[in-house]
């Protein structure tokens, strides 16, 4: 997984923009930060919620684990892009992006 593979699937949600912050790209929906890439791009982040946080470490430690302190304690997870694979990144964007969409959005797509 490169910064350029997690751009483009954070891109392809519905809704999603890639702004900035902190000197580094984000990823938002409605105007609020759903994922962003760390500032030497090796790893990203992903906010879910501390349910979804638990699997995704359960499932590929290697790849998922909290971000130090308050913060990950409320979901915001990170990624390590070189052990994650393309698959568990897309699954836990789309879990970030449906944690933080406004809630008119999902009603929409599913309607």
Do not use: Y
């Not at 409605?30 to 979804?52: Q, R, T």
């Amino acid at each position: 997984m490169t910064p350029d593979d997690f751009r483009t699937l954070a891109l392809a949600l519905p809704g999603a923009v890639e702004r900035s912050h902190m000197n580094h790209p984000d990823f938002r929906v409605g105007g609020k930060i759903f994922a962003s890439l760390g500032p030497n791009s090796d790893w990203g982040m992903v906010k879910v919620s501390p349910e979804e946080q638990a699997r995704l470490r359960q499932e590929d430690p290697a790849a998922f684990a909290p971000i130090p302190g308050a913060w990950g304690r409320r979901g915001c997870t990170r990624v390590r892009l070189e052990s994650a694979t393309r698959d568990s990144v897309r699954e836990a964007l789309f879990l970030a992006w449906r944690f933080t969409a406004p809630k008119r959005l999902l009603r929409e797509l599913e309607g």
